[in-house]
């Protein structure tokens, strides 16, 4: 039974199957709610066969000739603020179901709401970063509906004056998508309430209501319907996920629904400027299943348009069934008709300042397009800048490594490369590495001027990263540093050319690619300090004869 917990009062409330308050009969199937329903997935998505993404896939641009989509999103931003949008509850997310609430965000009578100063801070700062137009005055409404986890049975929104509109997000396509530079539209952003959480029973037979989330601080950011591709869409929700872990506002993690993706998606012949009749998906939970879901929806209303079936697309939300790769039918969807909203009559207007939205301006951050612009221009690749500016943490090691005088190519590669196998093998972000910056610099200045081989490198590196220390120390302790003396890589390779009579043999009957085999021996001979570059010069000469 669902419990409502209220300064230590214990009330029996909301939800259970055909007895109390909201009393239910046993559920209907999920393809037939008529009620909003939370992700049917509580645990991480499986991986889903790369065979299957690219059947998907071919499918679907087998379908799209004379046809093309149009794709649209609604993404809510939870912010990461102390308290709720409208009281002092804190929000801890896994926490004792109905454990932070209070009778302001249950909807209690004669209760008043009051505004979180903070959330409005984080609306300015992702109005910015979305370059939008800010409204200097901006009022909350009513949006109206019922919903079980609705306590007030109305959502506290925006809706005719949002904070800021008109503004567009740029993004830098992955390369193995085929890369190039995108610009899509912001149509708005806004500031509102969450509702409450449904949890089902695994039997189905009934829900309960835990209300810990009703009230959380959210940001609606509306997209133009600019996009055109499953992967557009998938990368336009992974920039927006970006901006807000740079801005510091949210943390962005869809398992959480901390960032949650409605995607609008409808097709139309090639040359139709009319729009078709779009369809709403919810219920994805990774960038990838967004791709997928929106790739079958294009696909699926493709083929009724050639069926000549094309009204049976109706306004409609679907849900994504990643274990079938599906979407099926949930609701109807309502228009704006059916919320019949009107102005908040116990919040005042929001005014800003032109001096408050520019202070917040002049604090910014250096955002993901302004980086992988700045790293493009230090003659890095197009892969490497989408790499290191993807993640903040990854970005500011990277420019603290550079500080401390890295040449950029090497500093990225050891980054891109070793850095981060090793610490994805070890389950490992990059801020829990022992390894700073500036040995990071060391150890690559070390490998320029010759005292350590790029072997010997990754060594220290696992070393620096697991323990922690200096490059110096790591190299002075197991006597890492690399032999450059001629003579002495010379008697090495005399020893091994002896031990190697056959083999040596056979490299001047013409089999040059032995070569190889003597710089190994030599290598193994010297446990790895052996100057490849030297090492390979002396070689080549005693392999001649000289």
Not at 469 to 486: F, H, N, R, Y
Request: proline residues 5%; contains cysteine; aromatic residues 6%.
């Amino acid at each position: 039974m669902a419990l409502t917990l209220l300064r230590g009062i214990r009330t029996q409330t909301l939800f259970r199957a055909n007895v109390g308050l909201f009393g239910t009969t046993r559920r209907p199937p999920l393809a037939h709610l008529t009620t909003r329903v939370e992700s049917v997935q509580t645990t991480e998505p499986k991986t889903v066969p790369k065979s299957i993404q690219q059947a998907t896939k071919e499918a679907v641009e087998q379908k799209m000739q004379g046809f093309e989509a149009v794709i649209g999103i609604e993404t809510h931003v939870q912010l990461s603020t102390i308290t709720k949008a409208f009281c002092s509850c804190p929000y801890d997310y896994g926490s004792q179901p109905n454990s932070t609430v209070c009778p302001t965000c249950m909807g209690h009578p004669g209760t008043l709401p009051v505004l979180n100063t903070k959330v409005v801070e984080s609306a300015v700062k992702v109005a910015l970063a979305l370059n939008c137009e800010i409204s200097m005055t901006s009022k909350f409404d009513r949006k109206q509906y019922f919903y079980p986890d609705l306590p007030k049975g109305y959502q506290i929104s925006q809706f005719d004056i949002p904070i800021a509109e008109k503004g567009y997000l740029d993004l830098d396509l992955p390369v193995e998508f085929g890369g190039g530079h995108r610009r899509f539209g912001i149509t708005r952003v806004h500031m509102e309430e969450d509702a409450g959480k449904l949890l089902h029973s695994e039997s189905g037979n009934y829900s309960q209501v835990d209300l810990n989330r009703a009230g959380v601080p959210l940001l609606e950011i509306v997209s133009e319907p600019d996009m055109r591709t499953g992967i557009e869409a998938a990368e336009y929700g992974a920039e927006v996920q970006r901006l807000v872990r740079y801005l510091g506002v949210g943390n962005g993690n869809m398992q959480e629904g901390s960032l949650r993706c409605d995607v609008n998606v409808s097709v139309r012949p090639i040359g139709q400027s009319e729009f078709g009749t779009k369809v709403e998906i919810k219920n994805m939970n990774s960038f990838n299943e967004i791709s997928r879901a929106i790739d079958y929806e294009i696909s699926r209303q493709i083929h009724l348009h050639k069926e000549s079936q094309a009204d049976e697309i109706v306004q409609e939300t679907r849900l994504w069934d990643e274990s079938l790769q599906k979407t099926f039918t949930m609701r109807k969807k309502e228009g704006l008709a059916d919320y019949r909203y009107f102005p908040e009559p116990d919040l005042p207007e929001v005014v800003l300042t032109s001096e408050y939205v520019d202070e917040i301006r002049n604090s910014m951050p250096e955002l993901p397009e302004a980086k992988r612009r700045r790293y493009e221009n230090m003659g890095l690749s197009m892969q490497d800048v989408i790499f290191l500016a993807n993640d903040d943490n990854v970005a500011h090691f990277f420019d603290s490594t550079l500080e401390h005088g890295a040449d950029a190519k090497l500093a990225a590669n050891w980054i891109m490369g070793d850095m981060t196998a090793y610490l994805k093998d070890e389950k490992l972000s990059i801020d829990e590495s022992k390894l700073t910056p500036l040995e990071l610099s060391e150890m690559i200045a070390s490998i320029k001027n010759g005292t350590i081989s790029g072997k010997i490198a990754k060594e220290i590196l696992v070393e620096l990263i697991a323990k922690g220390g200096t490059v110096k120390s790591v190299i002075e302790e197991k006597d890492l540093i690399q032999i450059a003396d001629p003579s002495a890589i010379g008697a090495m390779v005399d020893k091994v050319l002896a031990d190697n009579p056959k083999q040596l043999e056979q490299y001047r009957a013409g089999k040059t690619k032995l070569q190889g085999y003597f710089a190994g021996q030599v290598m193994k001979a010297s446990k790895g300090k052996a100057s490849p570059v030297l090492l390979n010069k002396i070689l080549g000469e005693k392999l001649k004869g000289n």
